[in-house]
């Protein structure tokens, strides 16, 4: 079996520099993934102050949807099934992560890993049930500070081996602010996982031992921050249980004007 996955932190739905809609825009891009599952972060499940603003009078690039933002990428798309982990909750609204999938989603949990008052982050863990069976995907957003995302990444492996403990196919993808790669090698150890451009290649002999060269030395992830020129890189897609055929940075000017983010997307076939 084989799936089609994508990563992306949409910003909130608002351009980078003047913070203004760009939602309609974010679905069109979504569909052109072309993925059978989207890890999506920062979505906003709700925001008076837009809503007010971007309404229903606005029927253009600017049109806010009444509904939260996960339901409206999800709608009249091959998603037929979301789920939304509310992080951050404000007097106008609220925002997280979100998963849409095109397989049923059998259960699903967010758990709080929030390391103070001013960051508030988590980690949506959703079950798919897929036509070879169960996969656990789990759509993180760690935080800004080192010490902070180490602590994270502990709660993501605690809640991984808590929830996946039988060596489950299992996705882990989101935005992990790690721009000097220090947590790949933790969730490699603790996890058993691989970062999707650490394993992408042929299955030659030689292809596997640059592999183990480039694992052994610390393979560098995609470089996706800023999206206009991408230079920290900072979203990942880790796996276990499935080999990585093909991964890319969805480069150029669409991704430029949609969010800071440069989106990834990567084909996995099911070890």
Known sequence: MRIRVATYNIHKGVSAIRSEPRVLALKQAIGLFDADVVFLQEVQGKHDLKAAKYGAEHLGHKHWPAAAQHEYFAGESRHAHAAYGMNAIYDHGHHGNALLSAFPIANQANHDVSDHAYEQRGILHCVLETPRGTVHCYVVHLGLFEAGRRRQTQALISAVRA????????????????????????????????????????????????????????????????????????????????????????????????????????????A
């Open 163 to 270: 929830s996946a403990p039988n060596g489950e196919p299992v996705i882990i993808a989101g935005d992990f602010n790690d721009w000097r790669n220090t947590l790949s090698g933790e969730l490699r150890n603790a996890l058993g996982v691989v970062e999707a451009f650490d394993q992408i290649g042929s299955n030659s002999a030689l292809d596997e031992i640059v592999r183990t060269l480039r694992r052994k030395s610390g393979a560098n992830p995609a470089r996706t921050f800023p999206a206009a020129l991408p230079f920290f890189r900072l979203d990942r897609i880790y796996v276990r249980g499935f080999k990585v055929e093909a991964a890319e940075v969805m480069h150029g000017n669409l991704w430029a004007k949609l969010s800071d983010h440069a989106p990834i997307v990567a084909s996995l076939a099911l």
